[in-house]
RNA sequence: GCCCUCGUAGCUCAGUAGGAUAGAGCGACCGCCUCCUAAGCGGUAGGUCACAGGUUCGAUUCCUGUCGAGGGCGCCA
């Protein structure tokens, strides 16, 4: 790799100088602006206190020594600003990233960093007592997109979807259908929603309460699996916690909990040690009257988990990120590594229409289904709004403006830069020109500032997403995108591959940086789940 | 009171394992179509990076505190 080569070059000038410097001491990064280079390194700033003279001076002395003798694949090292040594890479070494791209294909920029290894990735998880909601839809989108991202370096991704398909929610979700089945008044805290009516009334009549709950459970569970199917979205598991009271895991964990020495009884209930393991408190897993908390089924399924994974990573909303703390200690409590659980909560959006708030009142039980959204804007307009943004920040989004057919849509304006891409190759077919793959030296004809933009975009793809995968962050994949459909718009209208004036090589070589760009906007599109149209 | 996530342009947001002149889109204003989608491209205006200290050659980025927003602190789920 050329970073190798520079950062031993600057080794060996600074141990000329005197200084030792171990290889990776010495930092190199992409700057922001072009005209400082292809890399940067800070190295005379970090080590002039040491050789005790001026940072500025220091990198001149490299750059001069470095000049002398440049090594492969570096044009030209400038010594800038406070002490900034830049790098300037060759020509033919920059359009390679073309050959990378074009002989990789849609395995651009994948890797194998992940080493295989098994990482679960659990989301949604919504309750199944009714359909998803807009509240579901950003963990729904971000999930998936996690589980594209670590797929493509490396890792074994299962997605899971937990089911509280037992307990006190479920009971009251099972009397509201039956309360609506009967012409009745709804119990105290039922669902309100209209579509509990709905459900009602297409539900078999002379059940059971316990048949009806197991109906309602199997109904809404078809119902959000329908909503996802429409985003794309598809679970290798659904987990039911019903199961684990069933063949008996809960029992076991509690008992084995009891047997470590990190769970009690008192005060007639019984309780985890989870202050031990950095909880604040102690937590309660049998209630004194009998009934398990929350927690207890959910150490179980953790444990369950575990036993399947090497990594637990939980999609979970802000309303349960006080939830974290307790549920690692429970897993420390249990001997596993609080580390292999990855806990990302995602913060709330806000939706408006046409800059109007969009109000949900849950008390009157109406709701904004994910169902409508889609409808209303478009899967894959859906998956990309709701990635736009880091989870870590709360989000606004205009409905309107995501469903509009418009460039200040971003969704649309990335798509387009594809379409186009494939409408500008359509054209050269229908000019005579096929692609094929040239050579290095043939590509050396791409120079104009709006190729290099493109190049250094490519360039730049597969570090982009190690960093999103690293950092379970798909929004920047979408910055990716931006700014390389921005970059593809402005050679669009600066550099015609087929025209008066544009000579047979010259369209060669754009017509694969025609392909290549493509490629590169697809293998992003394809990590966020967002589909790639050949036309608009 | 304690904990979590935040606070960057009029609006919506990037950026920060410490780096050079803090970026994009929208909105405003001004330009650009005999040729591949003008569904586009370019330019101008717009910032004490919430505030105050600290560490550093260098802080929007790290540390401490203050203020502000949202969320969480149950034998609820």
Known sequence: MITETIKNSLKKKLEALGISVATDEISLERPANREHGDWSSNVAMVTSKRLGKPARVLAEEIVESLNADPPKGIAEVIAAGPGFINFHISTVLAHEVLLRVLENGN????????????VNVEFVSANPTGPLHAGHARGACYG????NLLSYVGYEVHREFYMNDRGLQMNVFGRSLQARKNNEPLPDDGYGGEYVMEWADIMPENLTLEEITDWGCEYAKTDQQDAL????????????????????????????LITEGVAYKKDGATWLSSAEFGDDKDRVLIKSNGEYTYLTPDIAYHRNKFERSDWLINVWGADHHGYIARMKAAMQALGYDSENL?????????????????????????????RS?????????????????SVDSKQTFDLELAASKAMDNPVYYVQMAYARLCSVERNANEHGFQFSLLPIDELGLLVHSRELDIIRG?????????????????????????????????????????????????TNARLNLVVASRKGLKVGLDLLGVTAPKQM
Request: one cysteine or more; hydrophobic letters at 40%; proline letters at 1%.
């Open 107 to 118: 395995r651009y920029g994948s890797s194998d960093a992940g080493l295989g290894k098994h």
């Open 144 to 147: 998936d997109a996690i589980g």
């Open 229 to 256: 199917n429409q985003l794309g979205i598809h679970f290798d598991t659904w987990f039911s916690e019903k199961s684990m009271i069933e063949n008996g895991e809960i029992d076991r964990v509690l008992e084995d």
């Open 342 to 370: 990855s806990v990302q909560v995602t913060q709330l959006v806000k939706l408006l229409r046409a800059g109007e708030e969009v109000k949900l009142s849950k008390r009157q039980g109406d709701i904004i289904e994910l």
């Open 373 to 389: 959204i889609i409808e209303e804007i478009g899967a894959d307009s859906t998956r990309f709004m709701y990635l736009l943004q």
């Open 458 to 506: 490519l360039e730049i793809l597969p570090e982009t997403i190690e960093l999103a995968a690293r950092e379970l962050a798909p929004h920047k994949i979408v910055t990716w995108l931006r700014d390389f459909a921005n970059s593809v718009h402005g050679f669009h209208h600066d550099c015609y591959v087929v025209g008066d004036g544009i000579s047979k090589e010259l």
